[in-house]
């Protein structure tokens, strides 16, 4: 007979990708290097670089970023190099 292990079950807090769109959500019009400080601070144990990485790829590019593609929404950049979500992707109240 196998006894079961006790496992301890945490409540996981939203992940670097989920952060980004909700730093953005809630503190826009923002810069990428401010959503990375934000990011760094959030996520002391991870490398600024690879998250770096991670917030080029999902919010910058050329035509529909995967971010814009997954999550439905549809980032602005204004004149200031400042991402935003455009009003017309969020959902109606």
């Known amino acids: 007979m196998k006894k079961e292990k006790a496992v301890e079950v945490k409540a996981l807090a939203p992940g670097v990708i989920a952060s980004i769109l909700e730093i ?3 503190r826009g019009p923002i810069k990428k290097e401010a959503i990375l400080n934000e990011l760094a601070m959030r ?3 991870r490398a600024k670089e690879g998250m770096a990485k991670t ?3 999902q919010i910058s590019g050329k035509g529909e970023t995967p ?3 997954e999550k439905k ?3 602005v950049i204004n004149d200031k190099g ?3 979500i455009s009003s017309k992707s969020l959902p109606k109240k």
Request: charged share 35%; aromatic share 16%.
């Open 73 to 75: 929404v549809k980032f």
């Open 55 to 57: 917030v080029q790829v």
């Open 24 to 26: 953005i959500k809630t």
């Open 82 to 84: 400042e991402f935003s």
């Open 43 to 45: 996520f002391p144990d």
């Open 67 to 69: 971010m814009e593609r």
